[in-house]
């Protein structure tokens, strides 16, 4: 099998089959020269998708981004060409130690208890 072939297939075998993704394929497809670098076994659609997301949040300004096409295709082929250590991608999320809320509660005998409300 090929790359072409092996981009297109995970196309069709994907869950998620939307516009934007779509055009995403077809613009890889019509790549030249870029066959091998679609056999890296380590490249996916759905991690790419996970990449383009995470580089648009960093873009982001109050929750808001827009990329133009030129902007998703540069990065669509950064992702198939660089590794996933070049591209600082995959890296593990630190953990935030959040504190759960706490709830006072004032018994009748005027002693005041505390418990931890989980939601």
């Known amino acids: 099998m090929d790359?072409?072939?092996?981009?297109?297939?995970?196309?069709?075998?994907?869950?998620?089959?939307?516009?934007?993704?779509?055009?995403?394929v077809t613009f890889l497809m019509k790549r030249p020269n870029m066959n091998d670098n679609y056999l890296n076994e380590e490249k996916n659609l759905v991690d790419m998708m996970k990449f383009l997301?995470?580089?648009?949040?960093?873009?982001a300004n109050n929750n808001v981004v827009c990329l133009a096409d030129e902007e998703v295709y540069d990065l669509v082929v950064s992702y198939f060409t660089k590794s996933n250590e070049?591209?600082?991608f995959n890296k593990p999320i630190p953990?935030?130690?959040?504190?759960?809320?706490?709830?006072?509660?004032v018994k009748n005998d005027n002693q005041l208890s505390l418990e931890l409300e989980c939601t």
């Open 86 to 88: 070049e591209l600082e």
């Open 95 to 105: 953990k935030v130690n959040v504190k759960p809320p706490v709830k006072e509660v």
């Open 3 to 24: 790359g072409y072939t092996r981009i297109k297939n995970l196309y069709l075998e994907g869950t998620c089959r939307d516009d934007s993704l779509k055009r995403i």
């Open 53 to 59: 997301y995470e580089k648009a949040r960093a873009k």
